[in-house]
Nanobody
Framework: QVQLVESGGRLVQAGGSLRLSCEAS????????MGWFRRAPGKEREFVAS????????VYVDSVKGRFTISRDNAKNTVYLQMDSLKPEDTALYYC??????????????????????WGQGTQVTVSS
């Protein structure tokens, strides 16, 4: 059974940095896409970034391009989200998710939330102004 465990969220000042981690277990993830999503207070859950495990191909939502970087460590079965130049509007519960059919998705499809069938519990990021 796939398990995803996020960590790294905390309170940080605007302009600061955080690195979120998602430890994945229960499968071999070489054919998966791994994504980060977030839900801000009073808003719907939204796509943030995704990485194709096999090739390292990445996709980002426009609002985080140039500030966030998604990466993976094959040896540790862990996906990271490096977040720099944080803004108060980045405050949200951040979720890690896995798409088992990731290898056949187009780059555009990597951001489609409904394709991700496995989800973690989330880690809270709060950015103060």
């Amino acid at each position: 059974q796939v398990q995803l465990v996020e960590s790294g969220g905390r309170l940080v000042q605007a302009g600061g940095s955080l690195r979120l981690s998602c430890e994945a277990s229960g499968r071999t993830f070489s054919s998966y896409n791994m994504g980060w999503f977030r839900r801000a207070p009073g808003k719907e859950r939204e796509f943030v970034a995704s990485i194709r495990w096999s090739t390292g191909r990445t996709v980002y939502v426009d609002s985080v391009k140039g500030r966030f970087t998604i990466s993976r460590d094959n040896a540790k079965n862990t996906v990271y989200l490096q977040m720099d130049s944080l803004k108060p509007e980045d405050t949200a519960l951040y979720y890690c998710a896995a798409d088992s059919l990731g290898a056949i998705r187009t780059a555009q499809a990597m951001g489609v939330m409904t394709y991700y069938e496995y989800w973690g519990q989330g880690t809270q990021v709060t950015v103060s102004s």
